[in-house]
């Protein structure tokens, strides 16, 4: 008995071993992609999809930066990332481990962007409904932590190609899809080689903050429907957050991609969740552990 015991115990921890030790591997980025949040440089839909945290996500890499982008799978969670920001970390599995994050500030009141076509009604790029066609989204903000060279604050107006990189979206259809490019002397310093670096796993992990009613109240300049029965939180599928959660490589979720949404205001957007009362969207994350690319 105590033999079978061993036995099925062992079992257990070969599998568990093997869930662990499971690794993705970034793909090989023939070509610089240019950071201005189109997503089209990627060719296809992002190949990774976290369930609960409604994420569409894919990393790759060349021999001088490491390239990623997040998509918003619904409207909800392009809201939450807007409207209470989110951050992106990097741990490189060395001993002692090397860790990198930037922090995506969240909009301020008044800088919600709209979700409208413009007027020449040819372009769906977001300018403000009160003002000329010609105004575009605000700018973005990040906070930089851990890198080698680059610290503090940037900016998606940030242009420099030998520094950290990012931009969002400006359509209305894809508002919340960003793309991030952070050379890898940033993370792994002037030295580093493709062989080493390519040879030991980094886990990335995204994590979006979670959004309170009084956050809504701040962010739309309104007392809400006291009326309203409160107690009322997020539910359904990816609206609690989850380390680790249900990944599926191939981008796709049934009947709700990105283009297939509807353009909608996004401060109307977060009126409408306060009118439900005491709504809540609760902290969302994800992290995967990936190697990078040595080679084509």
Request: charged share 25%; glycine share 10%.
């Amino acid at each position: 008995m105590k033999r079978i015991f061993q036995t099925l115990l062992l079992a257990a921890l070969c599998i568990c071993s093997g869930a662990v030790a499971q690794v993705s591997t970034s793909k090989w980025q023939a070509q610089p992609i240019v950071i201005d949040g189109d997503g089209s440089d990627w060719g296809t839909l992002p190949r990774f999809f976290n369930v609960d945290s409604n994420m569409k996500y894919e990393f790759r890499n060349d021999d001088q930066n490491l390239y990623i982008i997040l998509r918003a799978a619904e409207r909800m969670t392009q809201t939450q990332m807007l409207a209470a920001g989110f951050y992106v970390k990097l741990k490189v599995k060395t001993s002692p481990p090397i860790k990198v994050g930037i922090n995506f500030k969240a909009l301020k009141k008044g800088e919600m962007p709209p979700m409208i076509v413009a007027q020449d009604g040819k372009t769906d790029k977001l300018n403000y409904k009160t003002e000329s066609v010609d105004r575009t989204i605000p700018k973005d903000t990040a906070l930089l932590d851990g890198f080698q060279f680059a610290k503090g604050k940037i900016t998606s107006e940030n242009s420099d190609d030998k520094s950290i990189n990012f931009a969002r979206s400006k359509t209305s259809r894809e508002l919340a899809t960003y793309e991030i490019r952070i050379p890898l002397r940033e993370i792994f310093g002037n030295g580093y080689t493709m062989e080493n670096v390519s040879s030991t796993p980094i886990q990335l992990q995204v994590s979006i903050n979670d959004l309170s009613q009084n956050d809504i109240k701040k962010m739309t300049g309104r007392k809400g429907n006291k009326n309203m029965p409160g107690g009322m939180h997020s539910g359904g599928r990816g609206m609690g957050g989850s380390m680790g959660g249900r990944d599926m490589e191939g981008g796709g979720i049934g009947g709700s991609e990105m283009g297939e949404m509807p353009g909608q205001d996004a401060q109307n957007q977060l009126m409408e969740m306060q009118e439900r009362g005491n709504f809540m969207l609760e902290r969302r994350s994800f992290s995967i552990d990936f190697k990078l690319s040595s080679s084509k």
